[in-house]
């Protein structure tokens, strides 16, 4: 069974910025594909930003060039360095781990932009 734990968020003035992290348990971390979610009051959940197990990454046009995704190995954690924050970025952000059938989720950590 696979846990996913997320931190980092919190509220950040429009401009500023954050760093989420999200640590595995398990084994199976270095395989997987892991993505960032995000859900605001009201809408769908959307795909933020993507990294498979060769690193190679894909983020939604509303944060591209803003964010950036990262993973370490070593530690089975998962970042998503969040930089220019706009208050339409305000959601519960999830992490997500993706490996065959597996489909597992964070608990989701909150981020709000607002002044």
């Known amino acids: 069974q696979v846990q996913l734990v997320e931190s980092g968020g919190g509220l950040v003035q429009p401009g500023g910025s954050l760093r989420l992290s999200c640590a595995a348990s398990?084994?199976?971390?270095?395989?997987?594909?892991m993505n960032w979610y995000r859900q605001a009051p009201g809408e769908q959940r959307e795909l933020v930003a993507t990294i498979d197990s060769t690193s190679i990454t894909n983020y939604a046009n509303s944060v591209k060039g803003r964010f950036t995704i990262s993973r370490d190995n070593a530690k089975n954690t998962v970042y998503l360095q969040m930089n220019r924050l706009k208050p339409e970025d305000t959601a519960v952000y999830y992490c997500?781990?993706?490996?065959?059938?597996?489909?597992?989720w964070g608990q989701g950590t909150q981020v709000t932009v607002s002044s």
């Open positions: 398990g084994m199976i971390f270095r395989f997987a594909t």
């Open positions: 997500n781990l993706a490996y065959g059938l597996g489909n597992y």
